[in-house]
């Protein structure tokens, strides 16, 4: 995906997003916006996808940008990209992007990596609200993460302190299947991976086109692996529980 398209889908993204059935749940003390997260968690614990085929497994790749790595020492969540996938394709409209609510500044050296302005963030939704619009965009599909434990810690935290509920979903990191792939690669960042498979970025350390960058990486590993032979989750976990 070259820059000029990505710079298409984002402009576009607004009208395939952001719908009155996403914006409408925005109240956290609506009982019906309540049963929608119960309801979304009861589904997640009975939803079973390791046996699922890769060809047709849904998943969303997705990334965020924060102002540090330690959310229960006070780092944030500045925004949040997301992009669907079927099996190795990637759903070109199907893209979630939204920066999150804060008055308070941002360090000079994170607004220059993220490109993310304290103004911006001014005009952006709060962190409940942007929590609950990226769930309805996700719904029970597993979610894919380069170096996950980044995303999960604060999801697990954003979760908590933004919608006292739990998070649930389950995240595999990208490096599941790197490691059925190529078990030997040295690659270990996004940029390594990028380089390594032929993907163009665009624009680095922004939420969406990291996912989107992610989700192309985890579409040739996919295909990848069904040419070895692995069917499903299942078959992958078992093979790497296998290894040396």
């Not at 968690?41 to 790595?69: A, S, W, Y």
């Not at 908590?160 to 389950?170: D, G, M, N, V, Y």
């Not at 985890?218 to 040419?227: D, F």
Request: net charge negative; proline share 4%.
């Amino acid at each position: 995906m070259v820059m000029n398209q990505m710079l298409q889908f984002i402009k576009q993204m607004s009208g395939k997003v952001y719908g009155n059935d996403v914006t409408s749940i925005s109240n956290q003390t609506d009982p019906r916006k309540i049963a929608y997260m119960r309801n979304l968690q009861r589904e997640l614990k009975k939803k079973d996808v390791l046996n699922v085929p890769f060809r047709e497994l849904p998943i969303v790749v997705f990334d965020i940008e924060t102002t540090g790595f330690y959310p229960y020492n006070g780092d944030r969540i500045l925004s949040i990209g997301a992009v669907k996938m079927i099996g190795s394709e990637v759903q070109r409209d199907q893209l979630f992007y939204k920066t999150v609510y804060s008055e308070s500044p941002l360090a000079e050296d994170i607004e220059a990596l993220t490109g993310i302005t304290a103004y911006e963030l001014r005009q952006a939704a709060p962190l409940d609200e942007v929590l609950r619009q990226f769930f309805q965009f996700v719904k029970s599909d597993t979610l894919v993460a380069h170096h996950s434990s980044h995303e999960k810690q604060f999801m697990k935290h954003a979760s908590w302190t933004a919608l006292k509920t739990s998070f649930q979903h389950r995240i595999i990191d990208t490096t599941f299947l790197t490691k059925v792939v190529t078990p030997e690669a040295p690659q270990v960042t996004l940029d390594d991976w990028c380089e390594f498979y032929g993907v163009d970025i665009g624009v680095r350390h922004h939420a969406l086109y990291d996912a989107v960058a992610t989700a192309r990486i985890w579409s040739e590993c996919v295909k990848k692996v069904e040419e070895m032979g692995f069917e499903n989750l299942k078959d992958a976990y078992t093979h790497i529980a296998s290894l040396p």
